[in-house]
């Protein structure tokens, strides 16, 4: 049975011709070959030919073994391209093509209901919406109910968390647009499964815009506190006594300001993980943010040392999977082969000095995470690069307007902050001074030894790399 990478999903072939599609190994939906050949259909009506890749033709004879490989193959290489090209990958057919399957999938109808979006304070956000619903309409209705203004929704998005035994929580993705994020939650049938808001760019200037309305204060202070809280942004004693006087006084600005100045301002933690750098079986713990990487790396050795890879020095990364068999714990020995498990690795390929690439890997189950921020740290980097700003109104709707609820729900002052960690260990620098770069085209392996899937993103923020950028 094979597999293979779609930015966020993974299919994996079923006899006679159908494909399961899987987010982070969880099925996402089911779907046949003449479904994906009517995607492929639409897609060259409203495209054109010469944009759309070429699709795996049909066979007049019954598949052997070897040709449904061969076609699983192509299938991949197919979804890929889609999925990577900005017009095809974003489009409404693609998108709602996924939406539409993913709801027949897991066969649950169309009705109203309620749907609990957690805050970073942990409050709870009661929104009333359709289990069709897509991820914008979720993030729209949580908005109304926050009465977050229109044109500060784009700051935000939804994310899907898993919560930890500590009362903390570990991000399995961002939601997609190609997904119903009420379909998405329940049917993970598991409770420690949530959706939490919280802002989705990455650099802090932005804040000020944020900081402008009420509401937005409100729920960045709340995100910041417990960012502190978590550990997410380091803080000294000092600081910490300043952070908990501001928090007193209600100085919500100040607050935020001054954890601005912070180690691990903005970030998202990940859960600890593997690496084979700076050498092979070297755990870490990862945080993106800043528009890199940070690695805080365990050696053999015990010894912990700290690095930065820059998103600009990253000249492309793939996520690949693969999976195993792992034996079951419950049943005579040789019974049977246990259920599937699903390795997941992001790797880049970093420009060390001038003349030098290497490819550095991490095993997390958090891969497709890493990979879904690295690609929005690039948008953002292209944006600015261009003159732009991410400040839009939120797409409205043809009746002329966001739905807004009759009744808003403020959001709740964060506790005071505890007392920090002292036990915190003294951090090495493993790197040195990392500078910034510039997007280029995605390239795709060919490469027989990559195991499962290859998702290459090139970096169009790459280019023009002089020496004076080393």
Same mark, same amino acid.
């Given at each position: ?47 054109? &030919? ?12 019954? /598949?052997?073994? &070897?040709?449904?490989?061969? *076609? ?14 900005? /017009? ?9 093509? !996924? ?39 979720? /993030? ?15 700051? #935000?998005?939804?994310?899907?968390? *898993? ?9 399995? *993705? ?88 912070? @180690? ?30 940070? #690695? ?77 921020? !690295? ?8 944006? @600015? @690069? ?47 001074? /990392? ?36």
């Amino acid at each position: 049975m094979g597999h293979f990478c779609l930015a966020c999903p993974v299919l994996i072939s079923l006899p006679p011709s159908a494909y399961n599609i899987h987010v982070n190994g969880v099925l996402h939906c089911r779907v046949r070959y003449s479904q994906l050949l009517g995607l492929h259909e639409q897609l060259r009506k409203e495209y054109g &030919a010469n944009v759309v890749p070429a699709f795996p033709p049909k066979k007049i004879f019954t /598949l052997t073994p &070897a040709e449904v490989e061969q *076609r699983r193959e192509q299938l991949e290489k197919y979804m890929q391209a889609v999925r990577q090209d900005p /017009l095809l990958g974003g489009s409404e057919i693609f998108n709602s093509f !996924l939406r539409k399957a993913q709801q027949e999938t897991q066969q649950i109808p169309t009705e109203e209901v309620q749907l609990q979006v957690l805050l970073s304070n942990g409050q709870k956000v009661e929104v009333s919406i359709l289990t069709s619903d897509q991820t914008e309409d979720v /993030l729209e209705a949580t908005a109304s109910k926050l009465d977050l203004p229109d044109d500060l929704v784009g700051y #935000f998005s939804l994310f899907l968390v *898993r919560e930890t035994k500590d009362g903390g929580f570990s991000f399995v *993705r961002k939601l997609q647009e190609f997904e119903l994020p009420y379909v998405s939650v329940t049917s993970l049938h598991n409770p420690e499964y949530r959706i939490i808001l919280r802002k989705s760019y990455w650099d802090s200037a932005y804040d000020d815009d944020v900081m402008e309305h009420r509401v937005g204060l409100n729920l960045l202070y709340a995100q910041t506190v417990s960012d502190i809280e978590h550990g997410w942004i380091l803080v000294n004693k000092e600081q910490h006594r300043q952070l908990k006087s501001l928090q007193e006084k209600v100085s919500k600005k100040e607050f935020i300001r001054l954890a601005q100045t912070l @180690k691990y301002y903005g970030c998202l933690k990940f859960d600890p993980c593997v690496t084979d750098f700076p050498e092979q079986g070297c755990h870490v713990v990862v945080s993106a943010g800043n528009n890199e990487l940070n #690695f805080q790396v365990r050696l053999p050795s015990e010894q912990i040392k700290e690095g930065s890879f820059k998103v600009t020095r990253m000249r492309c990364w793939r996520v690949t999977s693969s999976s195993s068999q792992v034996p079951t714990t419950n049943g005579p020995a040789g019974s049977g082969p246990g259920k599937a498990e699903v390795k997941l690795e992001l790797a880049f390929e970093y420009l060390m000095s001038k003349d030098r690439l290497q490819w550095v890997t991490i095993t997390s189950p958090q891969a497709i995470m890493l990979s879904i921020c !690295l690609q929005s740290m690039v948008d953002e980097l292209m944006v @600015k @690069k261009s003159g732009g700003s991410i400040r839009k109104m939120f797409r409205r709707r043809a009746s002329g307007g966001l739905r807004r609820c009759d009744s808003q729900q403020a959001v709740k002052s964060p506790p005071l902050l505890d007392s920090p960690d002292g036990s915190r260990e003294p951090i090495a620098k493993l790197s040195s001074k /990392l500078s910034s770069v510039s997007l280029r085209g995605i390239s795709h392996s060919s490469s027989a030894g990559d195991v499962g899937s290859n998702d290459f993103h090139g970096n169009y923020a790459f280019e023009g790399i002089g020496d004076e950028d080393l």
